[in-house]
Nanobody, 126 residues
């Protein structure tokens, strides 16, 4: 499985924006379904947004629709998550996952068993 290094998190006020990046140093992302997941203390990883490796279709969790945008640059082996209009409930550690075994983007966002990287902390203050 691919393993990523996530970055771009930080502390912002409600309504602020952040752009997260996750980079995999050793493999090409071509053909991989990718996703951003988040975890809060005491809970499992929750799919936030996922993107197809074949047709660039996307899926967003209802709570982030219209605020978050997932994108990818296969040439740079990097997946991005642009987060706007951030809310305190977006506070979490954010991770990337990728696989060729799941091609449906909605299924990707409920998949599990990824090899998680260090994640990047996003904290949104009221």
């Amino acid at each position: 499985q691919l393993q990523f290094v996530e970055s771009g998190g930080g502390l912002v006020h409600t309504g602020g924006s952040l752009r997260l990046s996750c980079y995999t140093p050793t493999y090409s992302l071509d053909g991989y379904t990718v996703g951003w997941f988040r975890q809060t203390p005491g809970k499992g990883h929750e799919g936030v947004s996922c993107m197809s490796g074949t047709d660039d279709s996307t899926y967003y969790q209802d709570s982030v629709k219209g605020r978050f945008t997932i994108s990818r640059d296969n040439a740079k082996n990097t997946v991005y998550l642009q987060m706007n209009s951030l809310k305190p409930e977006d506070t979490a550690v954010y991770y990337c996952g990728a696989t060729k075994l799941v091609t449906d983007v909605q299924q990707m966002c409920v998949a599990s068993g990824f090899s998680w990287g260090p994640g990047t902390q996003v904290t949104v203050s009221p």
